[in-house]
């Protein structure tokens, strides 16, 4: 099934919304919005991705902090190349807890220090679901003093198997260290919870107020990702995505602050596919392209 196919006439529901809508707090100054795209699903070297998200508009990218001096040289040349602005993504995948630890200070202490050009942001897979709450405290303590030393803001991602796994274990994170600080990818807490976190107003209103970057998937009760969010039978779950963005934007607008904001809807297999083809049901690539025109629609004066 092409892209062209699989999106040919789409123009209700999402596009409808985002065009028709503006939120209740828009960024009077277009620099207040900071719109990344994500690496994650394309096929070709870092200058040709670069190249690609400068193309379509982008303010800059988020990518996971190259391992190699030559991966380094690479990523740094072509953020000079195409003037653009990165965010690091930092984390481990050790099922070992000492390894893992050590795995993620090395990646924040190099991400924090060892770049040619400062990152606006960091973002953490922190910890695992499985570890216990003093094991996965440890990774905020070490990122609370990275950003004392630095000032770079770092943020950890509400992500299934990671530590913010579920909104009720988050909630407990957020009160017991309040200087936690988010990466808000709640379509992660819509799957894990079976719901649009109805019965968790209070618990998704603190993570609102923690929140310092955005990761613009819309997930559903049975997923992480809808199929295709221009499609009309998302309408309500796009709104629903929609009011706890507009309730950060309205706070970083009140408080004067920038927002960064990654579309990151993913290939296959979080894109469904055609049975036995394998084929996805949409583009990638032109919905997180969507997410970026909806978030400047939406959100900037």
Known sequence: MSSAIATAGVLTGFEAISDAEKAPFQFADKFSLKIFGTNWGFVGNTDAFCAAIKKEGYDGLEIWWPGTKEKQKELFTALKKYSLDVGFLCGSGEREYAKHLDIFKRQINAASTEYEQKPLYINCHSGKDFFNYEQNKA??????????????????????????????????????????????DISHWCNVHESLLQDQQETVKLALSRTGHIHSRIGHEEGPQVNDPRAPEWEATVK???????????????NGETLTVLTEFGPPHYLPTVPFTNQPLADQWAINVHMMHLFRKRYLK
């Open 139 to 184: 990774f905020i303590d070490h990122t609370t003093a990275a950003t004392a030393k630095t000032g770079i803001p770092i943020y950890h991602e509400t992500h299934r198997g990671r530590m913010l796994f579920a909104a009720h274990i988050a909630r407990d994170f957020m009160e017991k260290n309040p200087e936690l600080k988010l990466t808000l």
């Open 240 to 254: 629903a995505h929609l009011a706890w963005w507009d309730a950060v934007v309205e706070q970083k607008v009140k």
